[in-house]
């Protein structure tokens, strides 16, 4: 019954998740905020106090800043985009009749359901530059000589953690589209037959765009989640070395761990503000969709 | 297409990208676990062994026996759980809310529980840390509890209004009509339908709870540890123990591993049904 004259229930409904929320959310956005015009380092206790934008005028001026910027930016498009390339490919597979489908479907969603920490831990085991299965399995196909310490290399540091939130993300994305591809209805794909169209007619004609809003949902989902991701980073490199795998949320997050809240503050208020700007186009889209 | 061909082609565009796909996905994982039942000898020796000559489960004893690792399994487990029925409670009246009633401010309140997950991590782990403090529930199982709950809301009002959208109404006006009022009719008639959903949805906020690390980090103290937390504190002085921590890391995906196969469908549908119609 969707009574327009509901009276006050709605509103009893909504507000316990409403107080959750504005607690722990928008009071500390707000505090957020207010620290990040203030000198609040915590080691420097006694010079805690505003200082109007002075923390915002030296984050601009800070290259490291910038440098973090362009290499979240790298770390979002290669990371989503080939999420979303190889998690299309193992939807597609998946969606294919064969024996043990059901238990690689199941098995797929690992990586999904791990945490990040472990997968962090876990590829730096792998790519070790002395025990690293990786460096082993190279060097047995003759592909290098000798062992390459990936993660100590400035050169190949980066590279090597977007594999690991490339294989981190495939599995969420398989999930979505391949949900979406049963969807799809066979008499689409019937009609194409009889007018003899190819498999890639097909899979452009029919298959992406029935598929768009899951995609466009999906795809913003995952750059806003890889953008803030910390703990893969942080617990394979902590950003290092030389802040060559350093992003926009691990370098707030070494911030607030050297304890200059104000710096990292006014840092963090950029990156939101760069999500939003990101996601307006698509809460919009979306608002269309749900709305209808 | 000869039969030769058409299996050629069906080996190149289906069973190797199939393969590979699943190698890359899979591998890390037949990796840790080889990695946990080495011993010493075997992990740091001259070369990689890719089955154990002498398998050994000491890594997982000495956890257990020497680390204690029982303490933040259980640490995890009450926080995981809590936010999960909070979580919930709150979740399935506010979706309740969202699917039943056209009511004003619906609008600008769904938008706020959406973009209430676009704040970045980092943003919120710096001003609730000083919130924490000041309330004395910093170090505490609640400070978790809450921080969780907020986070998996907005995902689990969206799932669930998903769910409850899909239900008929006719279903409560049957009840209404027969002088139930709404809680009764809520119930008796919804809640039993929406059962696998909240489960479902339970498993989301479960793994999102249990898995969650960097406000886990500066949460909590040597007493209030979660796993996430324990595992990365496994890095000694020494250097990383890695047959420990890799038996740590098998120890804490099971748990989540399985609750997720038994309720993967219910998820992925509610999934798409949030992203799609909503």
Redesign the interface.
Known sequence: ????K?GI???L??A???L??A???F??????VL?SFQSYDLRRPFAIGFIGAGNYSAVFKDTLFWQSVLRTVIWVVFGVGFQFV?GF??AL?LN?D?KGRGA????????W??????IG??????YDG??G?LN?ILMKIGIIENPVPFLARQDTVFPAVIVTII?QG??FFA??L???LQ?VPAELYEAADIDGANVFGKFFHITVPSLQ??IY??TLLRI?WV??S??VI??MTGGGPAYASQTL?VY??NK?NALN?GY??AM??L??LM??LA?VPY?KT??K???G | MGKGKRLATRALS?CL??VL??G???F??Y??FI?SIKPESE??GGT?TYWPKNPTFDAYRALFVDYNFVKPMTNSFIVAASATLLTL???T??A???S????K???P?M??????????????????Y??MRRLGILYTPLALI??Y??FT??FS?WLLNGYLSDLP?SL??AA?VDGAN?PQAFVRIILPVLVPCLVATGVYIF?NA?????FAVMFTNEKSRT???S??NL?GQLG?Q?DL??AG?II??IP??MM??FA?KRL??G??AG????
Do not use: H
């Open positions: 019954m969707r009574d327009k509901a229930w709605p509103y409904l909504v316990p998740a409403l959750v929320v607690a722990v959310v009071v500390p956005v707000g505090n957020a620290m190889f490919c193992l597979l294919r064969f690689a479907r199941s098995v797929s969603l690992i990586p359901v791990t945490p990040g920490v472990l831990l876990m590829w730096r085991w792998i002395s025990y299965v082993d294989w495939i599995p999930l979505m391949l949900a979406g969807g809003n899951t949902v999906t806003i953008a803030n910390v703990d942080y617990n949320s707030v997050f607030a809240l990292a503050s963090s208020i990156l939101t999500l939003l996601a809460l979306l608002f969709i749900r709305e | 289906f990208p199939l796909l699943f890359f996905l899979i890390p994982f990796w840790i990695t992990l740091y990689v409670f709150v979740a009246l506010a309740y809310a969202f039943r009633f056209r009511f401010g619906r609008r309140l938008i706020m529980f959406l973009t209430n997950n676009m704040f970045p991590t980092v943003l919120l782990l710096i001003p609730l000083a919130i809450l921080s709950t907020t809301i907005p009002v109404m409560e006006e209404l709404r793994m249990w898995n969650e690390y960097t796993i996430p937390v595992l990365r890095i990383v890695w921590l890799t890391g804490t995906i989540v591993c997720f196969f993967q992925v549908e999934l798409t992203a799609v119609k909503g």
